[in-house]
């Protein structure tokens, strides 16, 4: 009889999983003063979160877009934290967001629920004439990126049409799936004039030192006459994530 018992609590605690979490974490206000903001992983096992919101820090850890993160009280869009956290220097990314979850209900007793939302969304997809080679040109370059050459101008060096909807879902504020069937890595260059809407977003800021032309074509426009490509509207699903019950944090 003892033995069996021993050998169900033995089962019992193989199935039991254990909850990640970083080894050390600070949490605290962020200083006014600060300008930078985002979120790093600099290497072993650390990461850092700069002058960020709770809706920011719960739209990284749940991988959604920070608006559609809904719920909770008004400062959990409007003040700002510093998090510096340590996990085991092996910790990949993705294991790191799921300790930022374990952290977040443990310092800020965050709970939230998940639900899907038919929303107004757009879709990435080829125009009608196709694809204009002399703007979206085949690289050999197989992970490049985005770089800003001034307000309403990016070039795009090896980016694949996904990495491009999620570029213009951040310019856009709403969804942007790639419909293209391009499977290719493209450079490319575009240039348009942002509106009042795309005010501080990527490529869009109104201090970068190249202006844009103020009679040029809108985001939509330039899409389809430089590159040959469409951004058509419609709606669909999408996971979003509800704040259900959210506290300041204690200082550390």
Do not use: C
């Not at 939302?117 to 490049?144: C, F, M, N, P, W």
């Amino acid at each position: 009889m003892r033995a069996a018992l021993i050998f169900l609590i033995a089962l019992a605690a193989q199935g039991q999983t254990t909850t990640p979490a970083f080894e050390v974490a600070t949490v605290k206000p962020s200083p006014a003063l600060m300008k930078y903001s985002g979120f790093q992983f600099p290497g072993g096992g650390r990461f850092e979160a700069s002058q960020e919101t709770v809706k920011a820090m719960v739209a990284f850890a749940y991988e959604v877009r920070d608006f559609y993160v809904s719920g909770g009280p008004g400062w959990a869009g409007t003040d700002r934290f510093e998090i510096v956290a340590k996990a085991d220097a092996s910790a990949t990314p993705v294991q790191m967001r799921a300790m930022l979850r374990t952290l977040l209900a443990e310092r800020f007793k965050l709970a939230v629920r998940r639900e899907s939302k038919e929303v107004s969304l757009y879709q990435l997809v080829v125009a009608k004439d196709g694809v204009k080679s002399s703007g979206l040109q085949e690289s050999s370059v197989k992970i490049g990126g985005i770089r800003f050459l001034g307000r309403g101008q990016i070039e795009g060096t090896g980016i694949a049409m996904s990495g491009l909807a999620n570029y213009l879902q951040t310019l856009l504020g709403q969804v942007v799936v790639d419909k293209t069937g391009l499977t290719a890595n493209f450079d490319f260059k575009l240039a348009w004039t942002p509106d009042e809407s795309q005010a501080g977003k990527p490529g869009a800021q109104a201090g970068l030192a190249n202006a844009a032309d103020p009679g040029g074509p809108s985001i939509f426009t330039a899409l389809q006459e430089q590159l040959g490509l469409k951004l058509d509207a419609t709606k669909g699903p999408v996971e979003t994530i509800v704040i259900e019950h959210v506290e300041k944090p204690s200082d550390n």
